[in-house]
């Protein structure tokens, strides 16, 4: 078992940024690939982007490619998602995710699942 918990998330205005943190525990983390997503009001939850386990190779959406960044640090059992030039339209519930293989942006492929931190983005 992984637990994932996530934080990080808030108010910001339009153009901001924000650090979303999301901490492992449990079995050996950089055994995982990580992947953030993310859930808008009234709609499905969607792909953000994703990390491999331990070279940190990385794969975005188009939509947030150039201004959210992903990472990692295994000694600290985090993974991170930096995002830049926030636009409302960003506003929603981020979840992070854990796997144990390659990237990818398929939600049934991950096998656990933290609670979300919400952000809200304003114009």
């Known amino acids: 078992q992984v637990q994932l918990v996530e934080s990080g998330g808030g108010l910001v205005q339009a153009g901001g940024s924000l650090r979303l943190s999301c901490a492992a525990s449990g079995r050996t983390f950089s055994g995982y690939a990580m992947g953030w997503f993310r859930q808008a009001p009234g709609k499905e939850r969607v792909f953000v982007a994703s990390?491999?386990?331990?070279?940190?190779?990385?794969y975005y959406t188009d939509s947030s490619k150039g201004r959210f960044t992903i990472s990692r640090d295994n000694a600290k059992n985090t993974v991170y998602l930096q995002m830049n030039s926030l636009k409302p339209e960003d506003t929603a519930v981020y979840y992070c995710?854990?796997?144990?293989?390659?990237?990818?942006?398929?939600?049934?492929?991950?096998?656990?699942w933290g609670q979300g931190t919400q952000v809200t983005v304003s114009s």
């Open positions: 990390i491999t386990s331990t070279d940190g190779k990385t």
């Open positions: 995710a854990a796997r144990s293989g390659g990237l990818t942006p398929f939600q049934y492929q991950y096998d656990y």
